[in-house]
Each structure stands twice: as structure tokens, then as C-alpha cells.
């Protein structure tokens, strides 16, 4: 570490680390309500468990890139953070806000749209919350002595983020408009502006990790981002076949969206080639795995298993199933959680001073929780699978559906244990470096 | 080969570009497309009052309508069209989860009262005739008492 306040990430990290726990247990929850083992039903139905899973994991993944910023940006800008107090005052009310919406979830408060569930008078503190990071984090970049590309990128790709967030906040009396711009939220981060937080985080670790030339990075950097909005875009349409916008978004979408696999390959294609260039090998082998892990992830879970319904004509058929939980969890995973692990586990024995670089926990953890997610991704696969054969093309009713496939969660239980067990290790691996100190301050 | 400067204008480009172009086709969809659909005319106070009480309980969070939402309960867009007007009425109005005796899966008993429920069945009906481009898609093949 090489400023001070490099330090605050470990606050956002450890954050992220509890609520990503929580986000475990409630999809353990839904695992099990899904094999038609629902005891909790009565304090905690599907839909609050369902609410609080996916709520959690957008708040770990937002926690997660905020500390990343707080890392990255000093030490690529020469300069210490702007505001650390700000930066503590930020975390706490975030996760007072989080706290608060977990609850009110179990009240059966809430804005009940998918994705943004979160009562209206705390989107308003989010909004606030947010543009207190971004005013600490801007602020420290334009005062630091350099703007590198690999700063702007991730800082752009934040202040985006903000922005896409407010048209999910306006009422409309319309099912269809209300869908239509929800997606400006939902569509527009995951497949847009978090890929360029994801490109910038991924290139700030390639040049630490491989000690390849940062400007043949930052070319790279720009390819990759470039690919992502040139087909993630336009690429919405793939959400706006089937809610009653214009049929041209059937050829629109349908061709756009297909080309989104394109920026995760360059993103794999990327990281593999710098690391093979790489002459300085670090000898930190966690932050290595996680990072090509995160690159080749996500465009398997992203790229390809998105690609694979993202046509009309199989979307038709597979729109709203167990299908696109399949996707959703490898995409999420491998693209957002698996960067944010990486960065943690490249700061962490440099915020600490503890250089577990390489030990068996980290390697465990690497393995178990990908196996365990490669297994949840078959099993959601092979139900949804089934539920579009037997519903969709047979004409079975949805509920004797459901009961054909409960097996196929009995199997996703099993993986996710093994993953869970996983993540487990991570944790355990991650207090193994201890408090983050000042004594672990290199000048280079 | 080529340069850091030309992959920066790759992306400034495309990034200006596909934002305009996607703004503009949003415009389009929502000014010159939606807007003039007879559907649009047709989400009387009912339905409103309807669709609070949809986001109000979270319905979306076990079931999906126009396929977005949640895979653990029914699609509802055609659920009038399906199960007709009083069956879901009833089971909105039930003080006893539904579904405990018949599938196994249960539903939260919201026991709304008779308004609340002809308001909800409002919103479901206005939602079944929207032009979906051909979703939910008739199955191939029908089994024979299957709804
Ligand atoms: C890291 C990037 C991605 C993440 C985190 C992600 C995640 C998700 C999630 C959570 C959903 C469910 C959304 C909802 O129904 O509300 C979804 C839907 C979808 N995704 Fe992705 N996705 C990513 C990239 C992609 C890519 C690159 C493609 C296409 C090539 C794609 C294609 C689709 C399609 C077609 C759907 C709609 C499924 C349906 O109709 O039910 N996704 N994605
Ligand atoms: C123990 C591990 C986990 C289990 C058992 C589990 C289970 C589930 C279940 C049953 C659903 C609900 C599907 C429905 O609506 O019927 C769900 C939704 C979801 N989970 Fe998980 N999950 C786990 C971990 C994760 C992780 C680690 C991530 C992200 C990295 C994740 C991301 C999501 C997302 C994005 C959705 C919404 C999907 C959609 O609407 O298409 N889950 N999960
Ligand atoms: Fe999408």
C-alpha cells in the first residue's frame, strides 16, 4: 500500500464479505422452498427471501467496487483520498440503509419491481450516499498528480452508474413503460456501465499482477469498453421483445445482444494474453486465479449462457424461467463477485502487511466455490431446461411443473453447499491477514 | 498496429453513437408507439389502484407478469384468460394461504377485502390485452385438461 487511506477499502471489503453471508442464507431459503421444504413461510415468504438475496447481492457487489475505488484511485492518482472521514460517514448510512431495507422487506414494505425493490424514500439515501462517494473519489482523482485512463474508466463506469439508477425511480401507470425504463437500471448496469467498473478493476490488477507496459493495457482497456456499449446498449432490446414495446426491437435487440458475448471474450482473451506476456510473475496466487477466473467466468456465464436465450425465438420459450436463473447466477458471479473477490484478495496482504500470498485455505476456496457454482448453474440449468419442455412447448400446468423438477434442487442445494464452503474459506482466509495498519506502507 | 489513441476514439465514438441512437428509439417506443396503443387508453383508475397493490405486496417477487419477476408462482399476464375472473378473486380475498391443500406451495394469505381484489383483477385484465408480440406462446402440443 502506498497512502494512507488506501487502508478505508478494508472497511468496504469486510462489509461486502457480511453481506454476501447474509445473501448465502437466503438463497438457501429459496433453495429449499423451491424443493417444496417451505417452513419459513409464514415469517419468511419467497418473496421477501427473494428480495433480500438479490438486494444484498447488489449491495455487497456496490460495497465491493466502492472499495475497490477507494483503493485504486489514490494509488493511481498519486494522491491521498480526499475525505476519509466522508468515506466512513458513506459506508456506515450505506449500510444503515441496507439494514433498513432488509427489514422492511420482512414487513412486506417495499416498491415490489424486480431488482429495485428498495422502499422509494431510501432510494432517495441512496442516491445521496452515492453522490457523496463520487464527490470523494472525484475530488481525489482531479487533485491527484496523474489521471490515468484505468482511473477515468472506473470512475466512469461509477458515476454512470449513478446516473442509470434515477430513470428506475419514476412512476408510470403503464405496465409496459414501467418495465421499459426499469431496464435502463437493471440492463444498462450489469451489461453496460458495470463492465467498464469490472474493465477497470480487471486492468489495475493485470498491470500490479503481470507487470505488463500499462499503456498496452489501457489500449486493450478502451477495445473492451468500447465493444461493451457498442453491442450492450442497443443490446436492452433484448428485454423489450416481449412487454409490449415495437416488434423492432425483436431484430434490434435480437442482433445487438448477440454480439455482447464479444466484449467477455476480449475481456478473457485479454487477461490471458497479459498474463502470458507477463514478465514480472507476482507472487500473489490468489489475486492471479481470481482475476483470470473473473475474466474466463464471465464469458461463460455471461457471454455464453446469456447469448444462449438471447435470441427472440428462444427467448419466447424460455422468457421468465428457471432459464435465466441459470445465466443469472454464473453471470453475476463470475463477472461482478469473482473481480471484487480479486481486488480483495490482491489488497488485502498489502493493507494488512501479511503476505499470504499463496496458501491452500486461498486455493481451496478458489476451487470450491467455483465447482459448487459451475454445479448450481447445471442444476438451475437442467430444471429450466425441463420447465420450458414440460410448461412452454407441452402445455403442462406451472405448478405440476414445479413439482416434476423439485429434484433437480435437491441437487442445487448439494452445489451450493459446496460452494458456500467455499466462500467459507475465503472468509476465514480473509481475517487470517488481520487489521489493516500503517505499517504496511511501501514507497516503491 | 493499432494505437491507445485510435482505441480511445473506438470508444468515445461508440459510446456517443449507441447512447443517441438508443435514446432516440426509446422516444420513439415510448411517444410514437406506446402512447398510441388502444391499451394505453384503456388503464382506467381501477387499474392504477390495481398495480400499486401488484408492487405494494411485492407480487413480482413469486410470480412474473409479461414473463419478469420471479420463477416460484405462475406467469399472470392470460391468468384471467386461464382461471377466469372469480377463482382469482377468490384466492385474493382467501384469510388462509392458498395452494396448502392443492400444490404444496403456498401463498401468502393477503385477505384483501372485495375492492382491493376487483382492483387487482382490473390490472390483470388490462394486462392480458396488451400486444405482447406473441408472448406467452401457445404449446405445441395440448395435454388434454391441462389449463
Ligand atoms: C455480467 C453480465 C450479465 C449479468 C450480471 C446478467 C444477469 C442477468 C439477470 C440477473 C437476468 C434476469 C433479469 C430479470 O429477469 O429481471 C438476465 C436476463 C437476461 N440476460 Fe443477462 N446478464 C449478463 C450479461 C448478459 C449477456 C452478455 C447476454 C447476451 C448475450 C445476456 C442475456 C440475457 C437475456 C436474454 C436475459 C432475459 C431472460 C429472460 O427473458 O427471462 N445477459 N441477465
Ligand atoms: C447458496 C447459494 C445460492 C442459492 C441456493 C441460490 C438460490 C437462488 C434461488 C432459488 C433463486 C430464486 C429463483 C426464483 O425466483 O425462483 C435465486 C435468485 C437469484 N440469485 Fe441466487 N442462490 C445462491 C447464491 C447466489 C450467488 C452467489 C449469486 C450471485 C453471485 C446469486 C444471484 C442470484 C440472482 C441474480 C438471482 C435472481 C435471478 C433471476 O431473477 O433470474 N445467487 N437464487
Ligand atoms: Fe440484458
Redesign the pocket.
Known amino acids: 500500500m502506498k497512502f494512507k487511506t488506501q487502508k478505508i477499502a478494508y472497511w468496504f471489503f469486510l462489509s461486502a464479505l457480511g453481506l454476501?453471508t447474509l445473501?448465502?442464507i437466503y438463497?438457501?431459503i429459496?433453495?429449499f422452498?423451491?424443493m417444496g421444504i417451505d417452513g419459513l413461510h409464514g415469517i419468511i415468504p419467497?418473496n421477501a427471501a427473494?428480495a433480500v438475496?438479490?438486494n444484498l447481492?447488489v449491495c455487497w457487489l456496490l460495497l465491493g467496487f466502492m472499495g475497490s475505488a477507494y483503493y485504486i484511485i489514490p494509488e493511481e492518482s498519486q494522491n491521498e483520498l480526499f475525505s476519509p472521514k466522508l468515506a466512513y460517514i458513506q459506508l456506515i448510512s450505506f449500510l444503515a440503509v441496507g439494514v433498513t431495507a432488509v427489514i422492511a422487506y420482512h414487513l412486506n414494505w417495499w416498491e415490489g419491481r424486480?431488482f429495485l425493490e428498495i422502499p422509494r424514500p431510501l432510494d432517495y439515501l441512496v442516491v445521496v450516499n452515492v453522490l457523496a462517494f463520487l464527490y470523494n473519489i472525484l475530488m481525489t482523482l482531479f487533485k491527484g498528480k496523474k489521471q490515468t485512463t484505468t482511473a477515468l474508466v472506473l470512475a466512469m463506469g461509477l458515476l454512470f452508474s449513478a446516473l442509470l439508477y434515477l430513470p428506475g425511480m419514476i412512476w408510470f401507470d403503464s405496465q409496459t413503460l414501467d418495465s421499459f425504463y426499469r431496464w435502463y437500471v437493471v440492463h444498462l448496469w450489469v451489461e453496460g456501465v458495470w463492465e467498464l467498473i469490472m474493465g477497470g478493476i480487471l486492468a489495475f490488477l493485470l498491470i500490479k499482477i503481470t507487470g505488463v507496459d500499462r499503456e498496452v493495457i489501457e489500449k486493450w482497456l478502451y477495445v473492451i469498453v468500447g465493444l461493451t456499449f457498442l453491442s450492450g446498449i442497443l443490446g436492452t432490446g433484448h428485454h423489450y421483445y416481449y412487454i409490449g414495446a415495437p416488434s423492432y426491437w425483436l431484430w434490434i435487440g435480437g442482433i445487438f445482444s448477440a454480439l455482447e458475448p464479444l466484449a467477455f471474450l476480449a475481456m478473457a482473451l485479454f487477461a490471458l494474453n497479459m498474463y502470458r506476456k507477463g514478465e514480472k510473475k507476482h507472487p500473489n496466487k490468489a489475486a492471479l486465479n481470481w482475476t483470470l477466473g473473473a475474466a474466463i467466468t464471465s464469458f461463460v456465464g455471461a457471454g455464453l449462457l446469456g447469448a444462449a436465450h438471447t435470441l427472440p425465438n428462444v427467448n419466447l420459450y424460455t422468457h421468465g424461467t428457471?432459464v435465466?436463473?441459470m445465466?443469472?447466477?454464473m453471470a453475476?458471479?463470475g463477472a461482478?463477485?469473482m473481480i471484487v473477490l480479486a481486488i480483495i484478495a490482491y489488497a488485502m496482504p498489502n493493507i494488512t502487511g501479511r503476505k499470504l500470498y499463496d496458501n491452500n485455505m486461498a486455493r481451496y476456496a478458489f476451487w470450491l466455490s467455483n465447482i459448487g457454482?459451475i454445479g448450481?448453474t447445471v442444476a438451475f440449468g437442467v430444471a429450466g431446461v425441463a420447465q420450458v419442455y414440460m410448461e412452454r412447448i407441452l402445455g403442462v400446468d406451472f405448478m405440476e411443473t414445479q413439482k416434476e423438477i423439485e429434484p433437480h434442487?435437491l441437487v442445487?442445494?448439494l452445489c451450493?453447499t459446496g460452494?458456500?464452503t467455499g466462500v467459507i474459506l475465503y472468509i476465514i482466509n480473509f481475517f487470517q491477514h488481520g487489521k489493516p495498519t500503517d505499517e504496511a506502507l511501501v514507497s516503491e | 498496429m493499432l494505437t491507445k489513441s485510435q482505441a480511445k476514439l473506438f470508444f468515445l465514438a461508440g459510446t456517443i453513437i449507441f447512447s443517441v441512437l438508443f435514446l432516440g428509439l426509446s422516444y420513439d417506443t415510448h411517444v410514437n408507439h406506446v402512447a398510441n396503443q388502444p391499451y394505453e387508453k384503456t388503464i382506467t383508475p381501477a387499474v392504477i389502484a390495481g398495480k400499486h397493490l401488484w408492487e405494494d405486496n411485492n407480487c413480482m417477487g413469486c410470480h412474473s407478469i409479461f414473463g419478469e419477476g420471479?420463477?416460484?408462482a405462475p406467469e399472470l399476464t392470460k391468468v384471467i384468460d386461464r382461471r377466469g375472473e372469480g377463482y382469482v378473486k377468490g384466492l385474493l380475498m382467501s384469510p388462509t394461504p392458498w395452494g396448502e391443500h392443492t400444490s404444496g406451495r403456498k401463498m401468502v394469505a393477503y385477505g384483501f377485502s372485495d375492492e382491493d381484489a376487483q382492483n387487482l383483477v382490473e390490472y390483470f385484465k388490462w394486462a392480458g390485452t396488451v400486444d405482447l408480440n406473441g408472448f406467452p406462446a401457445k404449446p405445441k402440443y395440448k395435454i388434454e385438461g391441462n389449463k
Open positions: 454476501l445473501q448465502i438463497g438457501f429459496m433453495g422452498a423451491h419467497f427473494r438475496h438479490t447481492l424486480k428457471l435465466t436463473a445465466h443469472g447466477h453475476f458471479w461482478y463477485a457454482m448450481m434442487f442445487l442445494v451450493a460452494f458456500t | 420471479a420463477y416460484y
